[in-house]
């Protein structure tokens, strides 16, 4: 085990640099130390099954992850487009998958094999779509949750299917009735033990971890709770691990660890997630590939020409902006984790189609998740060279200097553009955030004007100042000027959004602690951050650990602010 554990990530590791230095995404280079790896060269065999089996550790605690950032109220908020649109789409791939399976198929097609084909390529995989949003930052954006959303639908989707095979192909005994409606029960049994049984467990047990102060209890705690819940959405309630891993990571963002349950998490989750990749290539066999290539072609069209192109079709029908339909329609030309599953399920175990069809499936894959990596980087360029030649806009009167609030990216007020307010506004737009500045400043608002970048001149105390740069659909207000009147600026900004979200930089610990009375405020002080800076630095030049500054640090913010230990 240790020997292909090595294997396979000594040459991911490689690969996956010799990818970058190309300006490849990595995962180009996990796939392709998948194939060398599977090859006879290394003195004694490289064992398959054991990268598989970690990879699976991967995929749940990427989902994990995907759930600590992804709450169901963002679920909920992209119903409207993800639950039709995911439906629509897959029936529009399905169709396709099977008309080329009808046309170049092996064998005899028959009409089971041809529909089994299609719903085998219509789901994209999470694992590859999570990885090009985080890489190209657009995971945060709403055009993210959206695909996000678009996915737990299409992996519902395909749960629902695992349970019909056995009923529609198999010797269960059951009616196609009586199986759906255990399966609606198991789903919904899952769904509430997750978030009302073990919501309360998993808190009160991270309290308590939390409170030991140890940092390898925690992390324990984090790997126990996505393993667990995963393993008990599938032995208990027949759903897939994945999901049962993802309902447990919207549990944990909801609570008070999730920054640090993130951050524990990430390491172990992109070592395993590596072994997903290098287990895809292990699978392939390109002489396979090569001898249907008729049917790969097929599937690679129906893949990433029907999927992307129906996506945007859908999306822009719904009513949603050029720039949301090109950024969810591009994530999803490519198949995945769920594909492989299914197929070698319908393949193996109930022989609706060839075992070399699974080769066709998993080859066309290793293309499409290679060549969605490597291209969707572009697509948010793309998309802006557009916006400036006037294509995509949203409309507009002729007088409005500020753009309206989109509802496909989230809407950040900065207050003030010295060298901090400058700093941030480069930031959020790097992740396609709309930026609206405000300042006093006539000079800085007509450069900000020539730049392309909004800008209103006036006093954010004020309410149509506010009202004019969208603060009633805005998600933060973000106060960078340490001398602003953070205190009626805040008060202002709450009065016409409940909701918003403040962060504000203050020279003074007085004004931070009057700010933080408000359980959305976030408060930076000066004198704060100085003197913490100055204490971590000593500390760690005495040799203090990572944890005893992290915990420092935590016990002297709420000292200087006031605040009660576990806020």
């Avoid at 290098?278 to 001898?291: A, D, Q, R, T």
């Avoid at 954010?460 to 740069?469: D, E, F, Y």
């Avoid at 600026?489 to 504000?504: C, D, F, G, H």
């Amino acid at each position: 085990m240790i020997f292909t554990l090595v294997v396979g990530l000594t040459l991911a590791l490689l690969l996956g640099i010799l990818a970058q230095r190309c300006k490849l995404s990595p995962l180009v280079g996990y796939l392709v130390a998948g194939m060398i790896a599977a090859q006879p060269w290394w003195g004694e065999p490289v064992d398959g099954h054991v990268v598989e089996d970690f990879s699976h550790i991967g995929v749940v605690l990427l989902l994990f992850g995907v759930g600590l950032q992804f709450h169901f109220k963002d679920l909920l908020a992209v119903q409207r487009v993800a639950v039709p649109g995911a439906l629509v789409c897959m029936l529009l791939v399905t169709l396709a998958g099977a008309a080329g399976y009808f046309l170049f198929g092996i064998g005899q097609p028959t009409w089971r094999s041809c529909l089994m084909f299609g719903l085998c390529i219509c789901v994209s995989s999470t694992v590859v779509l999570t990885r090009v949003l985080t890489d190209n930052r657009v995971m945060q954006t709403p055009a993210g949750y959206t695909a996000l959303g678009w996915l737990v639908v299409e992996d519902m989707f395909t749960i629902v299917l695992l349970v019909l095979l056995p009923v529609l192909f198999g010797d269960s005994g059951q009616s196609l009735g009586e199986a759906l409606v255990w399966m609606i029960i198991k789903l919904t049994g899952l769904v509430l033990v997750v978030t009302l049984v073990a919501r309360k467990l998993m808190r009160t047990i991270f309290t308590y971890v939390a409170r030991s102060a140890s940092g390898e209890l925690f992390t324990l705690t984090v790997l126990v709770s996505a393993l667990g819940i995963a393993v008990l959405s599938a032995k208990v309630f027949n759903a897939s691990m994945e999901f049962g891993a993802f309902l447990s990571g919207m549990v944990v963002g909801q609570s008070k660890f999730a920054s640090r349950a993130a951050s524990d998490a990430l390491p172990m989750r992109d070592a395993f997630a590596v072994l997903f990749f290098v287990s895809v290539g292990m699978g392939f066999s390109f002489g396979g590939l090569l001898e249907y290539w008729p049917l790969a072609l097929a599937t690679l069209f129906a893949t990433m020409v029907v999927k992307p192109l129906g996506a945007f079709c859908i999306v822009r029908m719904l009513g949603k902006s050029v720039r949301k339909a090109m950024l969810v329609g591009g994530s999803l030309s490519q198949i995945g984790e769920f594909s492989f599953i299914l197929a070698t399920l319908v393949a193996g175990t109930y022989k609706l189609m060839p075992m070399s069809a699974v080769n066709v499936i998993t080859g066309v894959a290793i293309i499409s998740i290679t060549i969605n990596a490597a291209c969707y980087r572009f697509v948010p360029a793309f998309i802006s060279a557009l916006e400036k030649r006037g294509i995509g806009l949203p409309k507009r009167g002729e007088n409005d200097l500020i753009p309206p609030p989109g509802e496909d990216r989230h809407r950040i007020i900065v207050v003030g553009y010295g060298p901090c307010g400058q700093l941030l506004t480069g930031i959020f737009r790097k992740y396609d955030m709309e930026v609206v500045i405000i300042e006093m400043n006539i000079d800085t608002v007509n450069r900000l004007a020539a730049e392309k970048i909004p800008a209103i001149l006036g006093d954010a105390r004020l309410r149509h100042i506010l009202k004019t740069a969208g603060v009633e659909k805005a998600v933060a207000i973000v106060i960078s000027a340490p001398g602003a009147p953070s205190t009626e600026i805040t008060a202002t900004a709450r009065e016409l959004n409940p909701e918003i979200r403040v962060v504000a930089n203050t020279s003074y610990i007085r004004t931070a602690r009057e700010l933080m009375a408000h359980d959305r405020n976030v408060v930076f002080s000066g004198e704060a951050e100085a003197s913490l800076s100055m204490a971590t630095h000593v500390l760690q030049v005495l040799g203090a650990t990572e944890e005893q500054l992290s915990r420092e640090r935590q016990e002297a913010r709420n000292t200087i602010l006031g605040l009660k230990p576990g806020h």
